[in-house]
């Protein structure tokens, strides 16, 4: 039976060549993306700014609108249809999009590293993304075995695609696929497939491709009790990521332990988060997770 492991748990995102949190407070964020630097909206940094005189190259002003809106300034020209940084031998294209991020979500490296480790170095593993966005999680797990990426957006999984290529991984075995990722698992149950690890991104609202409204509390539920008929007992892996929500991680913890009851392993659950550069660097929370684990 897995074990819901009750204290939560940080995981901390550090920065690498292509990427740091530099700064954070007042609600902001200053990030360096490459040679490009952006403010960002982060309600969650409530603390002062270590440094008053942020120098940024853009800034994404946010919409009187709680759930989302506003536009992007630029102080410096910046290339507009992206350019390439890399994480890790996965190169993926960074570009100022109009929901605020920057093509990926830097804070899901740790989450990376941690499946693979999971995984043990094998080669031949059944893996499931979903809501995979532009890739570059599916392209980290690529090496070890075939991986399903499930997104609703068909512009996030040419995105996806094309970041393959620049990888030069467009030949490893992954399956791009546009589909709303709660018919895609409940078709797989019905289809009796397995996997040994999937891993869930979901947004808080969203709609498929065919207008499929998805809201996080009501649909969550029955896509996890779906992923757990996508598991068993060999499998290695689920983690889940949950953004922008007022939830504890706990809740996730307690839906995961629920749903996996009778599979061996661990639960555990808690913050993503960024560590900032420089002396004394804090934490900025992102997220909140609940992840499985069986090892064996």
């Known amino acids: 039976m897995a074990q819901l492991v009750e204290q939560p748990l940080v995981m901390a995102g550090e920065g690498w060549d292509d990427y740091g949190l530099v700064d954070s407070g007042h609600g902001r964020k200053l990030e360096r993306y490459g040679p490009w630097r952006f403010v960002r909206p982060e309600p969650q940094a409530m603390w002062a700014p270590r440094d008053a005189g942020w120098q940024a190259h853009g800034e994404f002003v946010p919409g009187s609108d709680e759930d989302g809106g506003g536009r992007w300034q630029f102080a410096q020209d910046v290339p507009r249809e992206g350019w390439p940084l890399a994480w890790e031998g996965v190169r993926f294209t960074a570009q100022c999009t109009p929901f605020r991020h920057l093509g990926f979500f830097p804070d899901m490296a740790p989450v990376w590293r941690w499946m693979g480790d999971q995984l043990d170095g094998r080669d ?30 068909k512009k996030s999984v040419a ?3 094309a970041n393959a290529a620049l990888s030069g991984l467009e030949d490893r075995p992954v399956r791009w696929l546009v589909d709303d990722a ?43 009790a779906d992923c757990r008929r996508l598991l068993d007992d060999r499998s290695r892996f689920l983690f889940l990521t949950v953004y922008a929500v007022r939830m504890s991680s706990l809740a996730l913890g307690g839906l995961l332990a629920s749903a996996l009851k009778d599979l061996p392993g661990q639960i555990q659950h808690g913050d993503l988060s960024l560590r900032e550069e ?16 069986n090892k064996g």
């Not at 420089?278 to 684990?293: E, H, N, Q, V, Y």
């Open 124 to 153: 031949d593993a059944e893996l499931l993304n979903l809501f995979g966005y532009t890739g570059v999680g599916t392209l980290a797990l690529s090496r070890f075995g075939r991986v399903a990426h499930v997104d609703a957006s």
């Open 182 to 224: 709660a018919k895609f698992a409940a078709r797989e149950v019905r289809r009796g497939r397995r996997y040994d690890g999937i891993i869930l991104d979901p947004p808080k609202f969203g709609r498929g491709p065919g207008g499929e409204v998805w809201r996080l509390e009501e649909g969550l539920p029955g896509l996890v």
């Open 278 to 293: 420089g002396k004394d660097p804090r934490l900025l929370p992102t997220a909140i997770f609940a992840r499985w684990s």
């Open 159 to 161: 995105q996806a695609r």
